[in-house]
């Protein structure tokens, strides 16, 4: 089991990318079922979870997302309220999966 390999930031950019994908259901009424769109290196750690972590992870941060997507309106003081909230609940729901220390 591999866990505190991701940053905060790490993290936000998984949950909005997972927004942005629920965003396009709501809209559009399809799901967006493509591979997320985050910089290879994350994406290289996600890869790195073994299946049962991978699932996990995935199922936290979508749970996340979910309750991101009401508030994300595109504006700049939102953005920054759905960044603060992701922390907020990332650090409940994904604390195994965060680095102690972001400069580690």
């Not at 942005?20 to 996600?46: A, Q, R, V």
């Amino acid at each position: 089991m591999k866990t505190d390999i991701f940053t905060i930031s790490e993290i936000i950019t998984i949950v909005m990318d997972l927004v942005d994908k629920l965003k396009t259901y709501e809209l559009y009424g399809f799901e967006d079922e493509s591979e997320l769109h985050i910089p290879k290196p994350i994406n290289d750690k996600l890869e790195s979870l073994d299946f049962s972590d991978y699932n996990n992870f995935i199922s936290k941060c979508s749970e996340i997302a979910e309750e991101i997507l009401s508030i994300k309106t595109g504006e700049l003081n939102e953005l920054n309220y759905c960044h603060e909230q992701i922390t907020f609940l990332a650090e409940d729901m994904l604390k195994s999966y965060i680095r102690a220390h972001e400069g580690k």
